[in-house]
């Protein structure tokens, strides 16, 4: 009977030592490198909790945080108002918003190519179509191959109305699914431009950005994103369905300290702090 009542007991303990408690992420292909790196330091610390993080776009992330299948969306752009009037007829909320790291949204191009500054307008020229050879925008006489992403990504939202001012894209864009897919394609062709997160900016080169025709090219750094010189800063977010408690907030509270902020430096984003 004891041994019984003993083996019942160190079953319990067992079951209980193995509990865990399981916090999902999900959305912006900007931030899973990120949000991976911030999982894998807090895991380490906190044996007892799960994070599961998976990418797909900021699109993907706040539509699985409307149906409820994801604790946490990271999102590379704002909620559109509509989203968050779906958040609030399925949970009478708005959602709550958290800038969780900043980013300077970089263009790229590749290490062969003579181009090192463009400015908005010429941006803007490139990616409607309107200007299609690099001689006109200070390159070789050569066909521009332009790369972006598809458009659940809250990259290709951020770059469309603040870039392109709400206009279409060029047909002629090669939309890819994710941003290490951009970097890749113009680490491969000479003659290629594309965009994203700071953080993938490896193999390639990053073009200057300029306000307008005639101001300094302006790279991303931390002391230019920071002052906020440079022309492509933005937030990067978290949503929420409501204010967070217990390990959600432990872990949100986490990724805003010193030590979180430290891993988004880590990374190649720049801290909110």
Not at 27 to 48: C, K, L, N
Not at 65 to 73: E, H, K, P, Q
Not at 169 to 190: E, I, R
Not at 245 to 272: C, H, M, N, R
Request: proline share 4%; hydrophobic share 40%; with cysteine.
């Amino acid at each position: 009977m004891r041994k019984a009542i003993l083996m019942g007991t160190l079953a319990a303990l067992s079951v209980a030592a193995v509990a865990k408690t399981t916090i999902t992420v999900k959305g912006s292909d900007t931030m899973v490198i990120m949000a991976q790196r911030w999982a894998e330091t807090y895991m380490t610390a906190h044996p007892d909790v799960v994070l599961q993080v998976t990418g797909g776009g900021s699109g993907t992330g706040i539509s699985a945080l409307i149906n409820g299948s994801t604790d946490i969306c990271d999102a590379s752009r704002p909620m559109k108002a509509s989203e968050r009037e779906n958040l609030k007829t399925r949970y009478s909320s708005l959602g709550v918003e958290i800038k969780a790291a900043k980013d300077g949204l970089s263009v790229y191009l590749n290490d062969q190519n003579a181009v090192e500054a463009l400015s908005l307008d010429q941006l803007l020229s490139i990616y409607t179509g309107e200007v299609t050879n690099w001689k006109d925008v200070g390159g070789p006489d050569a066909k521009i191959v332009v790369y972006g992403r598809e458009n659940n990504s809250g990259t290709y939202v951020f770059f469309r109305d603040n870039v392109l001012k709400g206009k279409d894209y060029t047909s002629t864009m090669q939309s890819l699914p994710g941003t290490a897919a951009v970097v890749n394609a113009v680490a491969k062709d000479k003659f290629g431009i594309g965009y994203g997160g700071a953080a993938y900016g490896k193999g390639i080169k990053f073009a200057k950005i300029k306000k307008d025709a005639n101001a300094p090219g302006i790279a991303p750094s931390a002391e230019t994103i920071k002052d906020g010189s440079y022309p492509l800063t933005r937030y990067l977010y978290m949503y929420l369905r409501a204010r967070p408690t217990g390990e959600i907030k432990k872990y949100i509270d986490w990724t805003l300290s010193p030590e979180g902020q430290a891993v988004v430096t880590q990374v190649g984003y720049f801290p909110v702090k």
